[in-house]
């Protein structure tokens, strides 16, 4: 399959597809901080979104298609801080139904091609659960390794606290 994955910008078209895979993901309650009743992003609201990333040099959204329906997406963000407009981190995100087949993996080298060719970006970073072992997996194999750890920054009920796993890769 990850060979008939085509990996392409965001454009606001997507603004709707994107949302949809969002709440997908949060409703998992697996792998984001935001609660499913705490997101009200509208499909104005991301329209506007996406565009702010596309007219900024430092940033991109990109989205993995598979027979042209978009599966999965990825959002690099750079802060708007001088002393740290070399840095950005990327939060990525691919629907329950196709994850465990190169998409994850796609997106990422997409990001990293991008970043190496961007003459801003020289690190890329993430933040991502202690419990996500397939994605932080995925990360050590493309060559992040663990800079820090925010010890119980996620709680999960009123007994269960995860790590915030810090990892990044230089371009």
């Given amino acids: 399959m990850s060979h008939q994955i085509k990996i392409r ?5 997507d603004a709707e597809k994107l949302l949809e895979i969002q709440r997908a993901v949060i ?6 901080m935001t609660a499913l009743e705490e997101f009200q992003q509208t499909v104005t609201g991301q329209q506007a979104w996406i565009q702010s990333k596309l007219i900024n040099e430092r940033e991109t959204i990109l989205v993995a298609q598979f027979h042209n329906e978009i599966v999965g997406w990825l959002m690099f963000q750079s802060p708007n801080r001088q002393r740290l407009s070399h840095t950005g981190t990327f939060g990525m995100m691919v629907h329950k139904d196709y994850r465990n087949h190169g998409i994850g993996k796609r997106l990422l080298e997409e990001l990293l091609e991008w970043a190496m060719k961007n003459p801003y970006i020289k690190k890329v970073g993430l933040g991502v659960f202690s419990t996500n072992e397939r994605a932080i997996a995925l990360y ?4 992040f390794v663990e800079e820090g750890r925010k010890i119980h920054e996620i709680k999960i009920n009123d007994n269960e606290y995860i790590d915030d796993v ?4 230089m371009v």
């Fill in 27 to 32: 409703a998992e309650e697996l792998y984001l």
């Fill in 9 to 13: 910008v965001a454009v606001q078209e």
């Fill in 140 to 143: 050590k194999k493309m060559g």
């Fill in 166 to 169: 810090l990892m990044y890769k």
